[in-house]
């Protein structure tokens, strides 16, 4: 089942804040987080395993929260080079290698 | 190190022709996976293998695409007949053997394919 994402979209000015969430209906035991600009390939950022840890990519961190089936990525200090679409994959437990993306989060960061 | 590499990089053709996407991934990963991507379903897997043998069809849409690996540094898609809906951005992905959590994909440029 597809992971829920939101919100949709979000427009900051460089120096703000957002946080995109990621929620499934099912057991998570982990997240992935990638970004994909525009007319690019979506690209890795970082994942995030069972135990609750945050990890960081520049100044994007997430967390995990697996008994609230969620994850957030936190947008700290925002560069006008965030922009893009952030995506979260989870993978199915029977099938580690297999990962299924939620619908995508449109971020614009504005001078 | 190359990162995983697609060829053509644009495509249009008219409807009913054979379309053939090829995939070089990157060396020494095990998986390899075909994803579509349009506005309206967004990104969807079509299929992906694993030491070159297909473990998951299921995303494959109908009878007319099919996908090959021939070996470890290859793959191909292939749309036959091709329809205006086929229209899409086709990406292919490669990582390393899987273990818990998974492991990060990396997606090369795309196929920006149009059926007329």
């Known amino acids: 089942q597809q992971p829920v994402q939101s919100p949709q979209a979000v427009i900051l000015r460089e120096g703000e804040d957002a946080v995109i969430n990621c929620s499934s209906s099912?057991?998570?035991?982990?997240v992935h987080w990638y970004r994909q600009k525009h007319g690019e390939a979506p690209v890795f950022l970082m994942i995030?395993?069972?135990?609750?840890e945050q990890k960081g990519h520049e100044k994007i961190s997430a967390s995990f929260n697996e008994k609230k089936q969620q994850s957030s990525l936190y947008l700290t200090a925002s560069q006008l080079s965030y922009s893009g679409t952030y995506f979260c994959g989870t993978p199915r437990t029977d099938s580690w290698g297999k990962l299924q993306f939620g619908a995508g989060t449109q971020v614009v960061v504005t001078p | 190190d190359a990162g995983v590499i697609q060829s053509p990089r644009h495509e249009v053709t008219e409807m009913g022709q054979e379309v053939t996407l090829r995939c070089k991934p990157i060396?020494?990963?095990?998986?390899l996976f075909w994803y579509r991507q349009t506005m309206m379903r967004g990104l969807e897997l079509l299929i992906y293998?694993?030491?070159?043998?297909?473990?998951?069809d299921s995303g494959m849409p109908e009878d007319r695409f099919s996908a090959k690996m021939p070996n470890a540094s290859f793959s191909t898609l292939k749309i036959q007949p091709s329809e205006p809906r086929d229209s899409a951005v086709y990406f292919c992905?490669?990582?390393?053997?899987?273990?818990?959590?998974?492991?990060?994909?990396?997606f090369g440029d795309g196929t920006r394919l149009s059926i007329l």
């Open positions: 060396s020494g990963h095990d998986y």
């Open positions: 995030l395993l069972k135990g609750g």
């Open positions: 992905a490669s990582s390393l053997e899987s273990r818990v959590g998974g492991q990060p994909q990396h």
């Open positions: 293998f694993n030491n070159n043998v297909p473990i998951d």
């Open positions: 099912k057991a998570l035991y982990s």
